[in-house]
C-alpha cells in the first residue's frame, strides 16, 4: 500500500487567497483525521471523519476553516481566506479503527507558509 | 477529559547512552497506549504500542510497559544511536472507535556522535 498521501507537500500563497490541502488515505480505512503542527501549539487535532461523515470538528480554530470527505477514498481542507498565522504543517492520517486497535497512519504532511 | 504529559525536552544524549523518556496520561477508561515517532521533514509513525496493563511494547530497540497502577508508559532504549534523533510523541486511545486519540507534546531527542 502506497500509505496515506497528502499534496501538495509544499504550498506558499499570499494572505487572503483560498488554499486546499488534499488528502488520500489508504484504501480500507474507515477513519480520517486531520491535525496541524506548529512550534508555539505543538499538534493540534482539527476535525476527524468517520465513515466518510464529520463527527468532531471542535478543533477547527474558525470560520475559514472548512474540511469534507466526499468519498471514502479522499478529503479536503480548504482555508478561505488565508492568514500568516495558518503557516503550519497539516498532516492527515487514517485508520481502520477495530476494537482494540487504533492505530493512526500519517501521512507526509503539507508544509503551508502564508505570507 | 483524557490527557498525556510528557517530560520536557530537548534531551540530548551521547551515541550508546541509556534513553528513558516519561509519560504518563489520565483516562477515564482503559486506554490503548501508544509511542509514535517524527524524523525531520516527516510524518509520525508508529514506534510502539500496548493495548493493557502490564503488556510491554517493543521496537527497534525501544520498549515501554503500560503501567495501570502508575498510569503510565515510558519510552526506554538501552543503546541510542544518532539516528535516533528524532521527537517522540506519547499517546492514548480510550474508546473502542479510536476518536478519542490524545496525543502529548512530544519530546525532541538529539543524539550526538
Known amino acids: 500500500d502506497a500509505g496515506v498521501i497528502q499534496s501538495p507537500r509544499h504550498e506558499v500563497t499570499e494572505m487572503g487567497q483560498e488554499v486546499t490541502l488534499r488528502c488520500k488515505p489508504i484504501s480500507g480505512h474507515n477513519s480520517l483525521f486531520w491535525y496541524r503542527q506548529t512550534m508555539m501549539r505543538g499538534l493540534e487535532l482539527l476535525i476527524y471523519?468517520?465513515?466518510?461523515?464529520?463527527?468532531?470538528d471542535s478543533g477547527m480554530p474558525e470560520d475559514r476553516f472548512s474540511a469534507k470527505m466526499p468519498n471514502a477514498s479522499f478529503s479536503t481542507l480548504k482555508i478561505q481566506p488565508s492568514e500568516p498565522r495558518d503557516s503550519a504543517v497539516y498532516f492527515c492520517?487514517?485508520?481502520?479503527?477495530?476494537?482494540?486497535?487504533?492505530?493512526?497512519?500519517f501521512g507526509p504532511g503539507t508544509r503551508l507558509t502564508v505570507l | 477529559g483524557d490527557s498525556v504529559t510528557q517530560m520536557e525536552g530537548p534531551v540530548t544524549l551521547s551515541e550508546e547512552a541509556f534513553l528513558t523518556i516519561n509519560c504518563t496520561y489520565t483516562?477515564?477508561?482503559?486506554?490503548?497506549l501508544f509511542w509514535y515517532v517524527q524524523y525531520p521533514g516527516e510524518g509520525l509513525q508508529l514506534l510502539l504500542k500496548a493495548t493493557k496493563a502490564d503488556d510491554k511494547g517493543s521496537n527497534k530497540g525501544f520498549e515501554a510497559t503500560y503501567r495501570k497502577e502508575t498510569t503510565s508508559f515510558h519510552l526506554e532504549k538501552g543503546s541510542v544511536q544518532v539516528s535516533d534523533s528524532a521527537v517522540y510523541f506519547c499517546?492514548?486511545?480510550?474508546?473502542?472507535?479510536?476518536?478519542?486519540?490524545?496525543f502529548g507534546p512530544g519530546t525532541r531527542l538529539s543524539v550526538l556522535p
Open positions: 483516562a477515564t477508561g482503559y486506554p490503548s
Open positions: 499517546a492514548l486511545s480510550d474508546d473502542n472507535y479510536g476518536q478519542n486519540f490524545v
Open positions: 471523519f468517520n465513515n466518510n461523515v464529520p463527527i468532531d
Open positions: 492520517a487514517s485508520s481502520l479503527v477495530t476494537s482494540g486497535d487504533n492505530e493512526q497512519f
